[in-house]
T-cell receptor
Framework: GAVVSQHPSWVICKSGTSVKIECRSL??????MFWYRQFPKQSLMLMAT?????????EQGVEKDKFLINHASLTLSTLTVTSAHPEDSSFYIC?????????????FGSGTQLSVL | SQQGEEDPQALSIQEGENATMNCSYKTSINNLQWYRQNSGRGLVHLILIRSNEREKHSGRLRVTLDTSKKSSSLLITASRAADTASYFC????????????FGKGNQVVVIP
């Protein structure tokens, strides 16, 4: 089946630094990728929709200057948490929608646990 | 905005028993999907049911959809310890950018 690789799996950083998370579709092309945030024992909150070659679409309340998204190729989207603060600590998950074929279901990365000290 | 909303549940069942969880939503949908998440991991797609379907089976999974009540149920038969996970429903709205809206999730623990 389709595989989405998300890296890193976990990261610890100091307050004020920036962290980049990568999401790669390994065996398919994805025009659209999604970035979610998840708090413990809660559901996934959609942060933004990443479209290859164009600007990301952010959900209401998500700061686009804080969470920079780049989707420069059909297989890679990145999320950069800029000037991270402890309240940014969370589990971030990406998903990708195949460009070809039946593309109603999403394929998810394994998530990134971010801890900001 | 989150649309699919499960009745928040934490199910604890014995291996071999069936597990049933429910989901309700608010707007018109194209389809409804169920996903599974193991602790600290990404989500895995389980099954998709379209708005014109009422029931669907996949292995030990059975999903129903009642568009008049805007609800769905997921049944896992003959549960196994490996079924221990969180289960989320997600809907694709008829109007919108084809994104998925996830519900709150059901925590299922299968005791061996």
């Amino acid at each position: 089946g389709a595989v989405v690789s998300q890296h890193p799996s976990w990261v610890i950083c100091k307050s004020g630094t920036s962290v980049k998370i990568e999401c790669r579709s390994l065996d398919f092309q994805a025009t659209t990728m999604f970035w979610y945030r998840q708090f413990p024992k809660q559901s996934l909150m959609l942060m933004a929709t990443s479209n290859e070659g164009s600007k990301a679409t952010y959900e209401q309340g998500v700061e686009k200057d804080k969470f920079l998204i780049n989707h420069a190729s059909l297989t890679l989207s990145t999320l950069t948490v800029t000037s991270a603060h402890p309240e940014d600590s969370s589990f971030y998950i990406c998903s990708a929608r195949p460009s070809q074929g039946a593309n109603e279901k999403l394929f998810f990365g394994s998530g990134t646990q971010l801890s900001v000290l | 905005s989150q649309q699919g909303e499960e009745d928040p549940q934490a199910l604890s069942i014995q291996e071999g028993e069936n597990a049933t969880m429910n989901c309700s939503y608010k707007t018109s949908i194209n389809n409804l999907q169920w996903y599974r998440q193991n602790s600290g991991r990404g989500l895995v797609h389980l099954i998709l049911i379209r708005s014109n379907e009422r029931e669907k089976h996949s292995g030990r999974l059975r999903v129903t959809l009642d568009t008049s009540k805007k609800s769905s149920s997921l049944l896992i038969t003959a549960s196994r310890a490996a079924d221990t996970a969180s289960y989320f429903c997600a809907t694709t709205e008829r109007q919108g950018n084809n994104r998925l809206a996830f519900g709150k999730g059901n925590q299922v623990v299968v005791i061996p």
